[in-house]
Nanobody, 122 residues
Framework: QVQLVESGGGLVQAGGSLRLSCAAS????????MGWFRQAPGKEREFVAA????????DYTDSQKGRFTISRDNAKNTVYLQMNDLKPEDTANYYC???????????????WGQGTQVTVSS
């Protein structure tokens, strides 16, 4: 069982930056790939970024490449999402999730946090 708690969301102006954190419980954190997803009101949950258990591989959607960076600190059981040059369309509830595989598919992730809200004003 893995419990995930996100933090770091908030209100930011367009062009600004935020760093989201996701703290995980348990002693097997490094065995899980971690992903970030987001969901805006009235829209489906979408993949944002993912990172392998060792941190050696990562994956992004094209719209986030160059703006968002996922990283992890296995000693702290924490995964991060650095978001730069934020746009109003980035406004959403952001969730972290844990999976045995590095994947973009949300249904493969077994554990989910409660989410943290990111609002980008224009």
């Amino acid at each position: 069982q893995v419990q995930l708690v996100e933090s770091g969301g908030g209100l930011v102006q367009a062009g600004g930056s935020l760093r989201l954190s996701c703290a995980a419980s348990g002693r097997t954190f490094s065995s899980y790939a971690m992903g970030w997803f987001r969901q805006a009101p009235g829209k489906e949950r979408e993949f944002v970024a993912a990172i392998s258990g060792s941190g050696g591989r990562s994956d992004y959607t094209d719209s986030q490449k160059g703006r968002f960076t996922i990283s992890r600190d296995n000693a702290k059981n924490t995964v991060y999402l650095q978001m730069n040059d934020l746009k109003p369309e980035d406004t959403a509830n952001y969730y972290c999730a844990a999976s045995s595989l590095l994947t973009k598919r949300a249904n493969i992730y077994a554990y989910w946090g409660q989410g943290t809200q990111v609002t980008v004003s224009s």
